[in-house]
Nanobody, 120 residues
């Protein structure tokens, strides 16, 4: 069994900052890519940022220059530092990870989601 547990969401004013964390636990052999997605009310889930096992990153255009994704492989944890937050960043944020529980057998796992609300 593998679990992804997110933390760090909340209410913040426009221009503020938040840091999301997502820790993977359970029967983990290896973790490949990890990422953050978000889903706003009435909209489809979209990729926010992703990071490979080697540290390569990819960002949605809407967050480039404001958000930074990072990971701590020793802790099986991925982070999302969000700066200069805007009301349009309001959404439920989900982490996901490609995890192998045994060699050469990977699945995509999702966290339960954490609410981020940007409002004055």
């Amino acid at each position: 069994q593998v679990q992804l547990v997110e933390s760090g969401g909340g209410l913040v004013q426009p221009g503020g900052t938040l840091r999301l964390s997502c820790a993977a636990s359970g029967s983990i052999f290896s973790i490949d890519a990890m990422g953050w997605y978000r889903q706003a009310p009435g909209k489809q889930r979209e990729l926010v940022a992703a990071i490979t096992a080697g540290g390569g990153t990819n960002y949605a255009d809407s967050v480039k220059g404001r958000f930074t994704i990072s990971r701590d492989n020793a802790k099986n944890t991925v982070y999302l530092q969000m700066n200069v937050l805007k009301p349009e960043d309001t959404a439920v944020y989900y982490c996901n990870a490609v995890i192998a529980t045994i060699p050469r057998l990977s699945h995509v796992y999702w966290g339960q989601g954490t609410q981020v609300t940007v409002s004055s």
